[in-house]
Structures are given as structure tokens and as C-alpha cells.
């Protein structure tokens, strides 16, 4: 089983900038995939941003470019760096990891909201 805790969402105005953390913890060594996904309020979760251990990592059409997906491996923390924030990127932003053996994992989630 991997447990996973994110942190860093807030309130920003638009244009600004968060960063968001995701720590994972226990079978971590089977991690293979994290991503982000978010949801805003009465819409389906949507995928935010996906890395393959290893790999580049893939974006939505609508966060391409201003936002970034990192890992720490030595630290187990995943990281989406999100600049340039528009109102329409506000939502409940949740990590999400696969391993290899196909479990899925996600985490509490973190409200990010952005003010015009």
C-alpha cells in the first residue's frame, strides 16, 4: 500500500503562483506512475499532469506550459509547480500513484483557489 499527504494549496490571485507537494510513503519502491488530478466544484475529476518514474511527464492541454510535475525520489515527494494561475484552475488538486503491480492510490486532496 502506498499513503500519500499533500500540502501547499491556498488562495492566490490570478496570475500567481503555488506549489503543491505530495509525500508518499510505505510500498514505495512500486511506485511506477504519480500524477496530479484536480476537481473543481460539480465537474469530474480531470488528469492535471502524469510522470512515469523514469519518463517526461505529459500535461493537459489546459496547463501546458505553466505548470511543471517533478519528483524527489530521494524524498518520495511528488511536486506540481503551478504559475500563472487563472480563476479556472481552482479546485480540490489530489496526487495519485500507480505501482506496478496496478494499485492505485490517492491522496486526501488540497483546495487551490484563485481569485480574479
Known amino acids: 500500500q502506498v499513503q500519500l499527504a499533500e500540502s501547499g494549496g491556498g488562495l492566490v490571485q490570478a496570475g500567481g503562483s503555488l506549489r503543491l507537494s505530495c509525500v508518499a510513503s510505505?510500498?514505495?519502491?512500486?511506485?511506477?506512475?504519480m500524477g496530479w488530478y484536480r476537481q473543481a466544484a460539480g465537474k469530474q475529476r480531470e488528469l492535471v499532469a502524469t510522470?512515469?518514474?523514469?519518463?517526461?511527464?505529459t500535461y493537459a492541454d489546459s496547463v501546458e506550459g505553466r505548470f511543471t510535475i517533478s519528483t524527489d525520489n530521494a524524498k518520495n515527494t511528488l511536486l506540481l509547480q503551478m504559475n500563472s494561475l487563472k480563476p479556472e484552475d481552482t479546485a480540490v488538486y489530489y496526487c495519485?500513484?500507480?505501482?506496478?503491480?496496478?494499485?492505485?492510490?490517492w491522496g486526501q486532496g488540497t483546495q487551490v483557489t484563485v481569485s480574479s
Open positions: 510505505g510500498s514505495t519502491s512500486r511506485i511506477n506512475v
Open positions: 495519485h500513484t500507480i505501482t506496478t503491480w496496478g494499485l492505485r492510490s
Open positions: 510522470i512515469v518514474i523514469g519518463g517526461s511527464p
